[in-house]
C-alpha cells in the first residue's frame, strides 16, 4: 500500500471516529406521551430527577442504556455529565433516600421494548427506531 | 447478629448481581467498603492507626418502591465499624414516604437524611466522593449523628426561576434528633465520666437553599439548623440549649475539573454535670474548606483540599483547639461497580477525630496519614 492510500485510510478513520463521537441520540417516548419535543433543560432536569413530569403535567419516567457510545453521547451532548458523573448523582440520591434511580437496560432493542410499553417513558437509542411503537421527541436548545 | 455474618450477608446480595435488582420495581441497592489507615503519629479516629489498621468497614442496603406517580417509600440499613465506634449493630440510616405533589413541592417523612452544606445527607455514601475522608472540620466521620439525621418530615421542590436565572432548590425540616451511643461525641463524654444508656438528643429544624445558577456548573447555597441535646446519666448529664449554626457553601463544575468549598460556624454553650456539680463547655467552632479535583483519564481522579477548623471558644494557639489538613487524593474506578483510594493527609492540631483512650501517652501536635479504601456499590 502506498502512502497516499495509508493517508486516505488514517484520515477515513480519524473521520469517522470524530463522527460516532459528534453524532446524536434519537429521543423516543411512549406512545402516550403527548409532547412532540422537549427543552433541552426539560430533559436535563427529568434524567436529573429534578422534575418528573413533562411540561403538559403528566408523568416522566426516564430509561437509560447501561453503557457504551451512545450512554455518553447522550450524557455529555444533552445532560453535560460524564457517565461517572451521572452514575455519582444518581447514587446519591438513592443512598439518601431523595430518589430512585432510572432503569437501565443493555440494549436499545430491550430499552425501545420497555418505552413502548410503559406510560411516560422516555428514552434514547442510536438511530431513528424501524418500529412505530414508540414515538421520537425533538429535542429544543 | 455478628457483625461477620452481617457483613457476609451484605457481600452476598452485592455478588449475587452487579446490577441493582428490580422485582416488579422494587429497587434494592446496596455498598460495602473497606478501609485501612496508618498515621506516623497518634491514633486516629479510635483506630490503633499508627500501626496501621483495617478497622474501618462500612456496609449499606436499601429498598424502595414507587407505589404510585407521587408515593414511593424505602428503607435503607447501615452498619459500620470505625476502630471502637459503630460495631455489630445494624441501624435504620433512613426509612421514609416520599409524596411529590409536582416539580415544586413535595413532603418526606420518617427518618430523614438532614440537608445542611454540600455533603451532609450524602457523607456515608462513599462511592460518590474522590476522598476517603470528606474535610473533617465540616464532617467529622467520627461525629456525624450529631445532625445526619431525624426523625420527623421535610418539604423540598425545585423552582425555575426563568432561563436566566437558573433554578432554585429548596428544603426545610424538622424533627427529634437522637445521638447514636455508638459514636464518637458520646465515646468521648464516657471517657470525660458521663457513660450513656439512653442516647442524648432533641429537636431539630432547619432549611437548605440552593441557587443553581445559569452559568452552567455553578451552584450556590445556604443551610441553617437550630439543634438542642439533652442527656441524662446516673452520673450526671448533658444540656445543649438551642443553637444556631449556618453553612454557605458553593460548587463549580466544568468539564473534567470540580471545585467546591465551604464555610461553617457553629456555636454552642453546653453544660457537664457530674452529681450535683455543673461545668460550662463552651464551643463556637468556625469551619471552612476549599477542594478541587480533576478527571485525569475516564477512570483515573486527582484532587486536593485543605480544611480548617477551630474552636474560637477556647485558646486558639493550644493544638487541641484547632485542626488543619492538607489532604491529596487519587480513585481508580475498575467498572461502574468497584473502585479504590489512597489518600494522604498532614495534619496540624489535634482538635479533631484524637481520643484519650487509645492515645495514653498523649498527643504529638502533627501527624501525616496514609488511607486506603476499596468500594462496592450497585
Redesign the interface.
Known amino acids: 500500500m502506498n502512502k497516499t492510500c495509508w493517508l486516505i485510510l488514517l484520515f477515513g478513520l480519524v473521520g469517522w471516529g470524530s463522527a460516532a463521537v459528534a453524532q446524536d441520540v434519537v429521543l423516543v417516548a411512549n406512545k402516550g406521551v403527548q409532547i412532540s419535543e422537549i427543552k433541552n433543560?426539560d430533559l436535563r432536569?427529568i434524567f436529573m430527577g429534578?422534575?418528573?413530569?413533562f411540561a403538559d403535567g403528566s408523568?416522566a419516567v426516564p430509561v437509560t442504556l447501561?453503557?457504551g457510545a451512545v450512554l455518553e453521547v447522550f450524557l455529555t451532548k444533552h445532560l453535560?455529565e460524564?457517565?461517572?458523573?451521572f452514575?455519582?448523582?444518581w447514587?446519591?440520591a438513592?443512598?439518601?433516600?431523595?430518589g430512585?434511580?432510572p432503569?437501565?437496560f443493555d440494549s436499545e432493542s430491550s430499552l425501545l421494548e420497555y418505552v413502548a410499553s410503559t406510560p411516560?417513558a422516555l428514552g434514547y437509542v442510536s438511530r431513528v427506531p424501524a418500529t412505530d411503537n414508540v414515538k421520537t421527541i425533538a429535542v429544543v436548545r | 447478629m455478628p457483625r461477620r455474618m452481617l457483613l457476609l450477608l451484605l457481600v452476598c446480595i452485592c455478588a449475587s448481581s452487579l446490577y441493582a435488582q428490580d422485582l416488579a420495581g422494587i429497587e434494592v441497592h446496596g455498598f460495602v467498603t473497606q478501609g485501612f489507615l496508618f498515621s506516623s503519629n497518634n491514633n486516629y479516629l479510635t483506630m490503633q492507626s499508627s500501626s496501621g489498621c483495617a478497622q474501618w468497614t462500612d456496609g449499606a442496603a436499601s429498598i424502595s418502591d414507587s407505589l404510585t406517580d407521587k408515593l414511593r417509600v424505602g428503607i435503607q440499613l447501615h452498619m459500620y465499624q470505625l476502630g471502637q465506634l459503630g460495631g455489630s449493630s445494624v441501624r435504620v440510616d433512613w426509612a421514609s414516604g416520599d409524596y411529590r405533589f409536582n416539580d415544586y413541592f413535595g413532603v418526606r417523612a420518617g427518618k430523614v437524611k438532614t440537608v445542611l452544606g454540600l455533603f451532609n445527607d450524602s457523607q456515608d455514601v462513599d462511592a460518590v466522593f474522590l476522598w476517603i475522608l470528606l474535610p473533617q472540620g465540616a464532617y467529622p466521620v467520627d461525629n456525624k449523628s450529631v445532625f445526619l439525621s431525624h426523625l420527623g418530615g421535610e418539604v423540598y421542590g425545585y423552582v425555575p426561576l426563568g432561563s436566566r436565572a437558573g433554578k432554585l432548590g429548596y428544603s426545610g425540616y424538622a424533627g427529634q434528633v437522637n445521638l447514636d451511643l455508638t459514636d464518637g461525641y458520646v465515646k468521648q463524654l464516657g471517657e470525660e465520666g458521663l457513660v450513656f444508656t439512653t442516647a442524648p438528643g432533641g429537636k431539630s429544624y432547619g432549611g437548605d437553599v440552593r441557587w443553581e445558577a445559569p452559568l452552567t456548573g455553578l451552584t450556590l447555597g445556604s443551610s441553617a439548623l437550630v439543634e438542642a441535646l439533652d442527656g441524662t446519666t446516673s452520673a450526671g448529664g448533658i444540656h445543649v440549649p438551642p443553637f444556631f449554626m449556618s453553612a454557605q457553601y458553593a460548587e463549580f463544575k466544568k468539564g473534567r475539573f470540580d471545585f467546591a468549598g465551604e464555610y461553617r460556624r457553629v456555636p454552642a454553650s453546653a453544660t457537664l454535670t457530674f452529681g450535683p456539680e455543673s461545668f460550662p463547655d463552651p464551643v463556637d467552632q468556625r469551619e471552612w474548606y476549599v477542594m478541587g479535583s480533576y478527571r485525569l483519564l475516564k477512570k483515573y481522579q486527582l484532587g486536593s483540599y485543605y480544611s480548617h477548623y477551630v474552636n474560637k471558644a477556647l485558646d486558639t494557639s493550644l493544638p487541641a483547639n484547632y485542626s488543619k489538613d492538607w489532604v491529596v487524593s487519587g480513585r481508580h474506578d475498575f467498572n461502574a461497580y468497584a473502585y479504590a483510594k489512597i489518600e494522604g493527609h498532614f495534619l496540624h492540631g489535634t482538635g479533631l477525630g484524637y481520643y484519650t483512650a487509645n492515645n495514653p501517652n498523649g498527643l504529638k501536635p502533627n501527624s501525616n496519614m496514609l488511607a486506603a479504601k476499596i468500594g462496592f456499590s450497585f
Open positions: 433543560s432536569a429534578e422534575k418528573t413530569r408523568h447501561k453503557g453535560g460524564s457517565p461517572e458523573e452514575r455519582a448523582q447514587r446519591k438513592v443512598f439518601t433516600g431523595q430512585s434511580m432503569r437501565a411516560g
